[in-house]
């Protein structure tokens, strides 16, 4: 992978975490932050698709590497909720 097409998918994977973290309503942080919110999104929406056994829906391809948005919206949005719980949970806010 070349390193524009890794740009590309970093680009991506904070749009991603982004929109995620607007659906949980719920800010971790910058854009770092939502970069590792997108590709931890992708892992938690890959996993939930298939263990409900559903197809991928829509995914960009950059050089080979596949990267699957809307699981990735998906997940991001699962993850950004479970921390705000956790996160309320422990310090009360």
Not at 1 to 12: D, H, R
Not at 15 to 42: E, N, P, T
Request: charged share 5%.
């Amino acid at each position: 992978m070349t390193l524009m097409g890794f740009l590309l998918l970093l680009l991506i994977a904070a749009i991603c975490g982004g929109i995620g973290q607007s659906l949980a309503g719920y800010d971790l942080g910058g854009c770092l932050v939502s970069i590792i919110v997108g590709f931890i999104g992708a892992y938690i929406g890959t996993w939930i698709a298939a263990k409900f056994g559903l197809p991928p829906i829509f995914e960009i391809s950059i050089q080979g590497q596949s990267f699957p948005v809307v699981w990735a919206v998906i997940g991001s949005a699962v993850f950004t909720a479970i921390i705000a719980l956790l996160r309320r949970a422990f310090t009360g806010k």
